[in-house]
Protein backbone atom coordinates (compact mmCIF):
# COMPACT_ATOMS: atom_id res chain seq x y z
CA UNK A 1 0.00 0.00 0.00
CA UNK A 2 0.91 3.46 -0.66
CA UNK A 3 1.92 5.59 2.32
CA UNK A 4 4.28 8.61 3.88
CA UNK A 5 5.27 8.23 7.32
CA UNK A 6 6.57 10.96 9.59
CA UNK A 7 7.56 9.44 13.13
CA UNK A 8 7.13 12.92 14.39
CA UNK A 9 4.54 14.83 15.21
CA UNK A 10 6.22 17.51 17.16
CA UNK A 11 9.58 18.63 17.43
CA UNK A 12 11.08 21.63 18.87
CA UNK A 13 14.22 23.37 18.68
CA UNK A 14 16.11 26.58 19.12
CA UNK A 15 16.72 29.35 16.87
CA UNK A 16 20.01 28.91 14.61
CA UNK A 17 19.81 24.91 16.34
CA UNK A 18 19.81 22.53 13.04
CA UNK A 19 16.89 20.46 11.85
CA UNK A 20 15.87 17.60 10.42
CA UNK A 21 12.66 16.28 10.06
CA UNK A 22 11.99 12.69 9.30
CA UNK A 23 10.04 10.79 6.10
CA UNK A 24 9.39 7.44 4.92
CA UNK A 25 7.62 6.09 2.33
CA UNK A 26 5.93 2.82 0.78
CA UNK A 27 5.58 3.19 -2.86
CA UNK A 28 5.50 0.66 -5.66
CA UNK A 29 6.47 2.42 -8.38
CA UNK A 30 9.38 5.81 -8.65
CA UNK A 31 8.11 7.97 -6.14
CA UNK A 32 8.13 11.27 -6.54
CA UNK A 33 8.80 13.19 -3.35
CA UNK A 34 7.59 16.56 -1.99
CA UNK A 35 8.14 18.78 1.11
CA UNK A 36 5.47 21.61 1.77
CA UNK A 37 5.25 23.31 4.32
CA UNK A 38 1.81 24.84 6.15
CA UNK A 39 2.25 27.84 8.47
CA UNK A 40 -1.04 28.72 10.69
CA UNK A 41 -4.25 28.86 8.51
CA UNK A 42 -2.42 29.35 5.33
CA UNK A 43 -2.36 26.99 2.37
CA UNK A 44 0.26 24.11 1.42
CA UNK A 45 3.45 26.12 -0.01
CA UNK A 46 5.98 23.69 -2.31
CA UNK A 47 9.65 23.79 -0.20
CA UNK A 48 10.93 21.34 -2.38
CA UNK A 49 11.11 18.25 -4.64
CA UNK A 50 12.78 15.43 -6.05
CA UNK A 51 11.95 13.78 -9.14
CA UNK A 52 15.15 12.12 -10.56
CA UNK A 53 19.02 13.08 -10.66
CA UNK A 54 21.07 14.23 -7.61
CA UNK A 55 19.53 12.67 -4.81
CA UNK A 56 20.19 15.90 -2.55
CA UNK A 57 17.66 18.47 -3.70
CA UNK A 58 18.04 21.99 -2.81
CA UNK A 59 14.25 23.86 -1.38
CA UNK A 60 13.81 27.52 -1.06
CA UNK A 61 13.91 29.37 2.68
CA UNK A 62 17.42 27.27 3.01
CA UNK A 63 16.00 23.43 3.18
CA UNK A 64 17.53 20.72 1.62
CA UNK A 65 16.21 17.01 1.94
CA UNK A 66 18.51 13.35 0.78
CA UNK A 67 16.49 10.97 -0.64
CA UNK A 68 17.33 7.76 -0.03
CA UNK A 69 16.23 5.02 -1.74
CA UNK A 70 17.80 2.20 0.17
CA UNK A 71 16.12 3.32 3.48
CA UNK A 72 12.50 4.84 1.73
CA UNK A 73 13.49 7.98 3.20
CA UNK A 74 13.71 11.38 2.28
CA UNK A 75 14.49 13.35 4.78
CA UNK A 76 14.37 17.50 5.17
CA UNK A 77 17.08 19.42 6.88
CA UNK A 78 17.85 23.20 8.02
CA UNK A 79 21.55 24.06 8.94
CA UNK A 80 20.16 26.87 10.96
CA UNK A 81 16.26 27.47 12.02
CA UNK A 82 15.10 30.90 12.17
CA UNK A 83 11.95 31.64 14.07
CA UNK A 84 9.43 31.83 11.16
CA UNK A 85 10.11 28.56 10.59
CA UNK A 86 8.01 27.46 12.75
CA UNK A 87 4.61 26.07 10.76
CA UNK A 88 3.22 22.28 10.10
CA UNK A 89 5.87 20.45 7.43
CA UNK A 90 4.29 17.82 5.09
CA UNK A 91 5.86 15.32 3.71
CA UNK A 92 4.04 13.38 0.29
CA UNK A 93 4.66 11.55 -2.47
CA UNK A 94 3.11 11.45 -5.76
CA UNK A 95 3.59 8.75 -8.57
CA UNK A 96 4.58 8.22 -11.84
CA UNK A 97 3.57 5.39 -15.11
CA UNK A 98 0.65 8.19 -16.08
CA UNK A 99 -1.28 7.63 -13.27
CA UNK A 100 -3.47 10.77 -12.33
CA UNK A 101 -0.85 12.06 -9.89
CA UNK A 102 -2.36 12.42 -6.96
CA UNK A 103 -0.56 12.89 -3.89
CA UNK A 104 0.39 11.22 -0.29
CA UNK A 105 0.49 13.18 2.36
CA UNK A 106 2.14 11.44 5.82
CA UNK A 107 0.41 13.14 9.04
CA UNK A 108 2.98 16.37 9.55
CA UNK A 109 5.33 17.32 11.95
CA UNK A 110 4.73 20.29 13.95
CA UNK A 111 7.56 22.71 13.91
CA UNK A 112 8.00 24.81 16.71
CA UNK A 113 11.06 27.28 17.25
CA UNK A 114 12.63 28.47 20.79
CA UNK A 115 13.98 31.87 21.19
CA UNK B 1 3.52 34.45 -10.34
CA UNK B 2 0.76 32.31 -10.66
CA UNK B 3 -1.23 31.25 -7.80
CA UNK B 4 -4.29 28.67 -7.60
CA UNK B 5 -7.27 30.88 -5.48
CA UNK B 6 -9.82 29.93 -3.48
CA UNK B 7 -13.40 31.42 -2.51
CA UNK B 8 -14.91 31.77 0.05
CA UNK B 9 -11.91 31.19 2.96
CA UNK B 10 -14.40 30.14 5.39
CA UNK B 11 -17.95 28.73 4.70
CA UNK B 12 -20.70 28.28 7.63
CA UNK B 13 -23.54 25.74 6.91
CA UNK B 14 -26.03 24.46 8.52
CA UNK B 15 -26.09 20.15 8.19
CA UNK B 16 -28.09 18.86 4.82
CA UNK B 17 -27.46 21.75 3.40
CA UNK B 18 -25.49 21.91 0.09
CA UNK B 19 -22.17 23.72 -0.52
CA UNK B 20 -20.20 24.84 -3.26
CA UNK B 21 -16.50 25.57 -2.98
CA UNK B 22 -14.94 27.53 -5.83
CA UNK B 23 -10.88 26.91 -7.48
CA UNK B 24 -9.44 28.87 -9.95
CA UNK B 25 -6.69 26.66 -11.11
CA UNK B 26 -3.39 28.17 -12.28
CA UNK B 27 -4.72 29.32 -16.36
CA UNK B 28 -2.22 26.64 -18.36
CA UNK B 29 -3.17 24.21 -15.87
CA UNK B 30 -4.88 20.60 -16.90
CA UNK B 31 -4.97 18.58 -14.02
CA UNK B 32 -6.84 19.48 -11.21
CA UNK B 33 -7.11 18.20 -7.71
CA UNK B 34 -9.75 18.50 -4.48
CA UNK B 35 -7.81 17.32 -1.10
CA UNK B 36 -9.08 17.87 2.65
CA UNK B 37 -7.82 17.81 5.65
CA UNK B 38 -10.04 17.48 8.97
CA UNK B 39 -8.14 19.61 11.77
CA UNK B 40 -5.23 17.98 13.25
CA UNK B 41 -5.35 15.26 10.75
CA UNK B 42 -3.23 14.84 7.49
CA UNK B 43 -4.26 16.11 4.34
CA UNK B 44 -6.09 13.73 2.01
CA UNK B 45 -7.19 13.31 -1.32
CA UNK B 46 -10.43 13.64 -2.44
CA UNK B 47 -10.63 13.11 -6.77
CA UNK B 48 -8.31 14.44 -9.65
CA UNK B 49 -9.78 15.63 -12.46
CA UNK B 50 -8.70 16.30 -15.96
CA UNK B 51 -10.31 16.74 -19.59
CA UNK B 52 -13.67 17.62 -18.27
CA UNK B 53 -14.15 14.29 -16.26
CA UNK B 54 -12.72 12.78 -13.01
CA UNK B 55 -9.66 10.55 -13.45
CA UNK B 56 -9.31 8.99 -9.92
CA UNK B 57 -11.55 9.50 -6.53
CA UNK B 58 -10.83 8.62 -3.44
CA UNK B 59 -13.21 6.23 -0.97
CA UNK B 60 -14.12 9.85 1.09
CA UNK B 61 -15.64 10.70 -2.41
CA UNK B 62 -18.93 9.35 -2.60
CA UNK B 63 -21.97 10.21 -4.17
CA UNK B 64 -22.43 13.35 -2.39
CA UNK B 65 -19.70 14.81 -3.60
CA UNK B 66 -19.39 16.04 -7.29
CA UNK B 67 -16.91 18.17 -9.38
CA UNK B 68 -17.37 20.59 -12.09
CA UNK B 69 -15.20 22.84 -14.80
CA UNK B 70 -18.38 25.25 -15.78
CA UNK B 71 -16.09 26.63 -17.80
CA UNK B 72 -12.32 27.56 -18.61
CA UNK B 73 -11.61 29.13 -15.59
CA UNK B 74 -13.27 27.88 -12.64
CA UNK B 75 -13.24 24.29 -10.94
CA UNK B 76 -15.93 23.77 -8.54
CA UNK B 77 -16.67 21.08 -5.39
CA UNK B 78 -20.05 20.12 -4.48
CA UNK B 79 -21.26 18.31 -1.24
CA UNK B 80 -24.72 18.27 -1.57
CA UNK B 81 -25.80 17.25 1.75
CA UNK B 82 -23.39 18.48 3.85
CA UNK B 83 -22.50 16.07 7.43
CA UNK B 84 -20.39 17.14 10.74
CA UNK B 85 -17.72 15.13 9.49
CA UNK B 86 -17.25 17.18 6.43
CA UNK B 87 -15.96 20.05 8.78
CA UNK B 88 -12.43 20.19 7.44
CA UNK B 89 -10.00 22.34 5.09
CA UNK B 90 -10.90 21.88 1.70
CA UNK B 91 -7.21 22.64 -0.63
CA UNK B 92 -7.93 22.81 -4.52
CA UNK B 93 -4.89 22.21 -6.73
CA UNK B 94 -3.66 22.35 -9.95
CA UNK B 95 -0.59 20.79 -12.23
CA UNK B 96 0.49 21.67 -15.76
CA UNK B 97 0.66 18.21 -17.75
CA UNK B 98 0.48 15.01 -17.50
CA UNK B 99 4.71 15.04 -16.98
CA UNK B 100 4.88 18.10 -15.05
CA UNK B 101 4.55 16.62 -11.16
CA UNK B 102 4.69 19.34 -8.97
CA UNK B 103 1.07 20.42 -7.72
CA UNK B 104 0.41 23.92 -6.44
CA UNK B 105 -2.00 24.40 -3.79
CA UNK B 106 -4.73 27.15 -3.02
CA UNK B 107 -4.66 28.79 0.10
CA UNK B 108 -8.08 26.53 1.55
CA UNK B 109 -11.79 27.14 2.28
CA UNK B 110 -12.28 26.28 6.09
CA UNK B 111 -16.02 24.28 6.16
CA UNK B 112 -17.72 24.35 9.44
CA UNK B 113 -20.48 22.11 9.30
CA UNK B 114 -22.86 23.14 12.29
Known amino acids: AQSVTQPDIHITVSEGASLELRCNYS??????LFWYVQSPGQGLQLLLKYFSGDTLVQGIKGFEAEFKRSQSSFNLRKPSVHWSDAAEYFCAVGGSSGNTGKLIFGQGTTLQVKP | EPEVTQTPSHQVTQMGQEVILRCVPISNHLYFYWYRQILGQKVEFLVS????????KSEIFDDQFSVERPDGSNFTLKIRSTKLEDSAMYFCASKEGALVHTQYFGPGTRLTVL
Open chain 2, 49 to 56: FYNNEISE
Open chain 1, 27 to 32: YGATPY
